[in-house]
């Protein structure tokens, strides 16, 4: 499973996120369900990225780990 994702990549929480997501002040654990849009990648880092939530339309900084992929982004 792709660990890394590319701006444009369509993400889904894992399972287990809702752990890790209800106890960071800037996630609301409502929209673990939602998908997130890849919207902006940080050079220096494999395990951070910017992602907007489809749901709510907020862009958030997220952790790799956090998501499995939907659907991969076109080239």
Known sequence: MKT?????????F?????????????VDPRNV??????TDSIESSN?????LVCST??????SHDQFDLVQEASS
């Not at 890394?4 to 889904?12: A, E, H, I, P």
């Open 4 to 12: 890394v994702f590319k701006v444009g990549d369509l993400l889904r």
């Open 14 to 26: 894992k399972e287990d996120s809702y752990w890790r997501t209800e106890r960071a002040s800037f």
């Open 33 to 38: 369900a939602s998908l997130v849009l890849v």
């Open 47 to 51: 395990r951070f990225f910017y992602g």
């Open 57 to 62: 339309g907020e862009t958030h900084l997220w």
